[in-house]
């Protein structure tokens, strides 16, 4: 089986080594390194250290030296090729067939970069000729300088089908179409692909020739503005960078990576001392060019025109790296002003007003957040509730549990801040010195008062949220559906926070059955013996558990706010006695009728036992009313 040089370098850019390594070896962050007590050999300080940029490991105490290939088989004992298919497997790439066309088509894509680095050479060449003025005058008018003409390696292709062909003569024609630079049509000479265009290599991260982008010069109805070499068998427009090569020393020094829209964008960042910047060839940024920008920086910068293509741009991007998110890697992202590019903010404003953008990124989760708020009206319940399914939708997709639960309660709490703000209590307008002969409102009696202000807590409240908690840890499917209510009540009650965020934290790993890196007993309050809930019970029906859980939740969630009501309406009644009393009732009301459904829940003979066991001034569970003194 022969294995081409090209083939195994693409095998290895395709696995993060740190990842790889990790899985036997706890590495900690150095820098942009990773650092390890050696594997090969016993030693108290690291000296192990991985570069995922450079795509080996080393120790510098015993010398162990390697790639992803080396690691696999010095410490896997894996035999050569077995490394390889692993590890191929893994980066989803196929192993070249046990044939002896396997070496033929290694030694036609080194034939295809000379033909590449022979296109280049004739194209520069063309530039510099009386062919190519108008193409330097354009490139002027741009406001390129001489060094970043000959840095970029700009070129030249003519106006002209077929001179590119004469002038690669030397190459097989068919060659010349596999490279991209010629386009065959059935029953028509293969003609050049690139013409009247300024030109512009795109190298791979070894600096050699793989593709072209070429710009026309003046801007004509019907003809493609920009146009990309195709898919070619040293080019895969999904997984390359443009100026990959030159950005990456560069991003080691400035610890950043800047991601733009198009290779003139790159130019213009370059000129005006930004070294770190890359670009897609014309797509939206696929998940393999963002594992090119996390070996560069863990939190890249996205920097996007300031149009409505842009921000549809950074939402792609966005939707498309969600599912890769792991600690420490996400994205920044940036949004030029509106109607302004790179090089139109650096040519109006300067390279500082670019260096003060990049310093003020906002994150991946304030862009979703931002972008879906924006999206639609909010006018309505319903559009509000839209919202909200919309960000759950963004949350669904990350596959990292931790980050995956991180996301959801932070948008959850920004759409609960937005959806459900806090209600201020207009004050009445009953005045003290009303009219003679309309009705005076009789105040409250103190015993009244006192009575109201019982009711706001009770151990029959206690004991619901014992049973609530210990019925989500019985079913833990239910925690992220009543993830709002969850994050309503530790923000209530603040005893109950540290066991909303168990709960919501270790929700996939109770579903999962995981052992748990604390045990619930640790976290949560015991379970209530003498309010017995069907969610609580062995052997009950689990379709009508969960119904009764998720009823017991909702009414959980009301009762605190209904009593923080009834507190305020009883702050008001110097101010406001007719409405704070009316208030109050109305409110009053309403908890007992919660209290009474919460004891038509439990069970009989618990509900019994509750009553038998009242104490002055609790609810009864079973009928809601209250006893005094």
């Not at 193409?135 to 741009?142: K, N, P, S, V």
């Not at 028509?188 to 265009?197: E, H």
């Not at 304030?366 to 319940?381: G, R, Y």
């Not at 459900?420 to 003679?436: I, L, T, V």
Request: one cysteine or more.
């Amino acid at each position: 089986m022969a294995l081409s040089p090209q083939w195994l370098d693409e095998l290895k850019s395709r696995i993060t080594l740190s990842t790889l390594i990790q899985r036997d070896v706890k590495l900690q962050r150095a820098g942009r390194e990773w650092k390890a007590c050696c594997p090969f050999h016993n030693e108290a300080t690291p000296s192990f250290y991985v570069n995922d940029q450079k795509g080996f490991y080393h120790c510098f105490g015993c010398q162990a030296h390697g790639s992803a290939i080396d690691w696999m088989i010095e410490q896997r004992g894996l035999q050569f090729m077995d490394a390889v298919k692993e590890l191929a497997a893994e980066a989803g790439m196929d192993v070249p067939a046990p044939d002896p066309r396997a070496a033929e088509r290694a030694e036609k894509r080194a034939s295809h970069h000379d033909v590449m680095e022979a296109a280049q050479n004739w194209f520069v060449a063309r530039l510099a000729s009386d062919e190519g003025i108008g193409a330097r005058q354009y490139l002027e008018r741009r406001g390129l300088s001489q060094r970043m003409i000959e840095h970029f390696g700009f070129g030249y292709a003519p106006d002209d089908k077929t001179s590119l062909k004469k002038a690669l003569s030397q190459f097989d024609e068919k060659m010349l179409v596999e490279a991209g630079l010629l386009i065959e049509v059935e029953d028509k000479i293969p003609y050049s692909r690139f013409r009247g265009r300024v030109m512009l290599p795109i190298q791979d991260a070894r600096a050699r020739v793989i593709a072209f982008g070429g710009r026309i010069l003046e801007d004509r109805d019907g003809v493609a503005k920009y146009l990309n070499s195709p898919d070619t068998p040293l080019f895969d427009k999904g997984r390359n960078l443009y100026n990959l090569h030159r950005a990456g020393p560069a991003s080691r020094k400035s610890d950043r990576v800047i991601a733009v829209e198009g290779y003139m964008d790159v130019i213009a960042l370059a000129q005006a001392g930004f070294e770190d910047a890359v670009a897609p060839m014309g797509t939206a940024l696929t998940e393999h060019q963002v594992e090119l920008l996390w070996r560069m920086a863990d939190k890249p910068v996205l920097c996007f025109d300031g149009d409505a293509a842009g921000k549809r741009a950074a939402m792609r991007a966005a939707s498309r790296t969600l599912p890769l998110l792991r600690p420490g890697y996400s994205l920044q992202i940036v949004q030029l002003p509106a109607g302004l590019d790179p090089d139109d903010l650096i040519k109006q404003q300067g390279a500082k007003a670019m260096e003060q953008l990049l310093g003020n990124t906002k994150s991946l989760l304030d862009l979703i957040w931002e972008h879906e708020k924006d999206a639609q009206p909010l006018n309505s319940p319903e559009d509000k509730a839209g919202l909200k399914a919309r960000l759950m939708d963004h949350v669904d997709t990350i596959e990292h549990p931790d980050i995956k639960s991180l996301y959801r309660r932070e948008l959850l709490d920004r759409y609960g801040a937005f959806a459900f703000p806090p209600k201020e209590f207009k004050r009445g307008g009953f005045q003290r010195g009303a009219a003679f002969g309309k009705p005076q409102i009789q105040r409250a009696s103190p015993e009244v008062v006192g009575q109201l202000r019982r009711a706001a807590g009770g151990a029959f409240r206690d004991q619901l949220t014992q049973a609530v908690l210990h019925g989500l840890l019985r079913h833990p499917r239910e925690i992220h559906r009543h993830a709002d209510a969850l994050l309503s009540l530790s923000k209530s009650d603040h005893r109950m926070a540290e066991t909303v965020d168990f709960l919501l934290d270790n929700a996939q790993a109770l579903e999962a059955g995981r052992e748990l890196p604390i045990s619930p007993s640790k976290v949560l309050p015991p379970p209530p013996d003498k309010a017995r809930f069907s969610f609580l019970s062995e052997g009950s029906d689990p379709g009508a558990a969960r119904e009764e859980l998720a009823e017991a939740v909702s009414l959980l969630v009301e009762k605190p706010a209904i009593d923080a009501a009834i507190a305020a309406a009883t702050k008001r009644f110097d101010s406001d006695p007719e409405g704070a009393f009316a208030e109050q009732q109305r409110l009053r009301k309403r908890k007992l009728e919660i209290e009474t459904r919460l004891g038509h829940m439990a069970r009989k003979r618990a509900a019994a036992q509750a009553e038998a066991n009242l104490s002055p001034g609790e609810s009864d569970p079973t009928t809601g009313e209250q006893e005094t003194d």
